[in-house]
């Protein structure tokens, strides 16, 4: 099938939208992609809506801004696959297939609830093409952590190279989720800790840009070490997967323990960019293996400074995933066409090993046009 995979992230910077063809189990292509980058507006609006989700005890509710944010990022998901298609010339009559991961606003698996916005049926009557949405939801009902859900993604993909086993691909957006691949062996994955979304946090509350561009403000601070060991002592990095995150999980805490007010900008990104370094490598003792390979998607494999303490830390070669073949951008997006795919054919989504779920379990809901 060809398929159009969505995916908005919690660094809600914005859409990204991604050409694959897949028959849901094998990768035949990658193909090409865009971001289309929410205004200030629109993640102002999404803001607001992450923290209205708070009010959320069942999964249709739709407090304070929610329900005007779900039509906003429906309508722009339908606006991000246009372009995509209009710059290669084609029509939604020429894919079969969207997936559509939504935003994520509130995520609590122990409560058995976790919420994407976006309609799925609006979205399929706009482009006129059948769309596959409400991935996670059925993970967590049987029990599962619900995140992360690309692992299945992932081996299909590192099973084309030749890499040393065990291979992690460590995606970074606002949360840093990880696979673990090392043969024939199910695929371990987790969320390993913060990714983006403190340090786009903190430099938005300093200087009202929302990320460090190529990890520059970092790059000139000095790293706390001893505020980073405060925040290693959260029992969470020493759960062992699966185990997952919601966007601000540790927001909180992080400003507790670092005391992040009283630092300099320079000094608080650098510290923060070691943070999510640190609680990657926090997960290798937790493994059956250490990863011979580390391979870095999501924003974060822009983050020079990122990755080069990621290669301090891990003590081995990052690569990113577009050094091997792959679109570190659209990684993700790829892997929610892949997963629509999957859906559709009614195979598993997630498994023990990556979510907790107490046995393989297939997900998403089909709207059609």
């Not at 995916?7 to 914005?14: I, L, Q």
């Not at 300099?264 to 003792?285: H, I, K, R």
């Not at 990863?291 to 974060?300: D, L, M, T």
């Not at 301090?312 to 993700?332: F, I, K």
Request: net charge negative; proline share 7%; glycine share 10%.
């Amino acid at each position: 099938m060809r398929v159009v995979g969505l995916m908005s992230g919690t660094s809600m910077d914005g859409i990204d939208a991604a050409l694959i063809d897949t028959d849901g189990e094998e990768v035949q292509w990658l193909g090409a992609a865009l971001t289309l980058p929410y205004d200030a507006p629109t993640r102002a609006l999404l803001v607001q809506a992450m923290e209205d989700a708070r009010g959320i005890n069942h999964r249709t509710d739709r407090p304070g801004v929610l329900r005007e944010a779900e039509i906003r990022i429906t309508d722009l998901h339908a606006q991000a696959v246009r372009r995509l298609l209009d710059q290669l010339r084609l029509t939604p009559s020429d894919i079969d297939l969207v997936g559509f991961h939504g935003q994520t606003v509130f995520h609590r698996p122990d409560a058995r609830l976790t919420v994407q916005i976006g309609l799925g049926r609006r979205l399929a009557e706009s482009l006129g093409v059948p769309v596959m949405a409400d991935f996670r939801a059925a993970d967590v009902a049987a029990g599962g952590q619900g995140a992360p859900l690309v692992p299945v993604f992932h081996r299909a993909l590192v099973r084309r190279l030749a890499l040393p086993h065990p291979v992690a691909v460590l995606n970074v957006g606002g949360v840093a989720n990880v696979t673990v691949i090392d043969g024939d062996a199910p695929p371990v994955a987790c969320d390993t800790g913060p990714g983006n979304a403190l340090i786009d946090d903190f430099l938005f509350a300093r200087t009202k840009v929302p990320f460090d561009a190529d990890g520059r403000t970092a790059a000139r601070g000095t790293v706390d070490e001893a505020r980073i060991a405060e925040v290693l002592e959260h029992p969470f990095f020493r759960q062992p997967p699966p185990k997952s995150l919601d966007r601000n999980d540790f927001r909180l805490f992080v400003g507790e323990r670092m005391g992040l007010s009283g630092m300099g900008l320079e000094d608080g990104a650098a510290t923060l960019t070691a943070l999510t370094a640190a609680t990657v490598a926090a997960l290798v003792p937790l493994l059956a293996r250490p990863p011979a390979s580390w391979i870095v998607a999501g924003g974060g494999a822009r983050n020079p400074t990122l990755l080069a303490l990621l290669s301090a830390r891990l003590e081995v070669e990052v690569r990113t995933a577009d050094a091997v073949g792959w679109s570190a951008d659209a990684l993700e997006a790829h892997a929610f066409g892949y997963l629509a795919a999957r859906a559709l054919k009614g195979l598993p989504l997630t498994f023990p090993t990556t979510t907790g779920a107490p046995e393989p379990v297939t997900g998403g809901v089909l709207f059609r046009p």
